[in-house]
């Protein structure tokens, strides 16, 4: 997954989603949860072209991911405890970047994983 539009269009297909731009912005979309409107991918344009999308991470696997992939860094403009910036430059499959965007999903959902 290295494109924005597969990000949003995974995080759309999940239960009660809706994308928004609440920066005037258009660099910034983000996928929220329709119930509490909390937002739980944040997508960007990086200066060096790369996409990259924050994702909410419970903090006993926030070093997980972190050690993983390098590509995994801690949340750019957000708390490094609880967010992670996952960079789409192809190094992570596919299934681990649809993972923790769905990890992500059900923190701010509330459900349990």
């Known amino acids: 997954m290295t494109d924005r539009e597969a ?3 995974y995080c759309l297909s999940l239960p009660d989603t ?5 920066f005037h912005d258009e660099n910034w979309q983000l996928v929220r949860y329709r ?7 944040w997508t960007y344009k990086w200066k060096d ?3 990259r999308v924050n994702v909410k991470v419970d903090p006993q696997w ?10 995994v860094i801690p949340g750019y403009h957000q708390n490094k405890e609880h967010w992670n910036t ?8 596919d299934r ?18």
């Open 49 to 51: 072209g790369t996409v």
């Open 35 to 41: 119930k509490n409107k909390k937002a739980f991918a």
């Open 7 to 9: 990000v949003l269009r």
């Open 96 to 113: 681990d970047v649809k993972r923790m965007l769905a990890e992500s999903y059900d923190l701010v959902a509330g459900k349990k994983s």
């Open 18 to 22: 809706y994308q928004d731009a609440p």
């Open 62 to 71: 926030r070093d997980f991911w972190r050690q993983a992939y390098e590509s």
């Open 86 to 93: 996952v960079i789409l430059d192809g190094s992570i499959p």
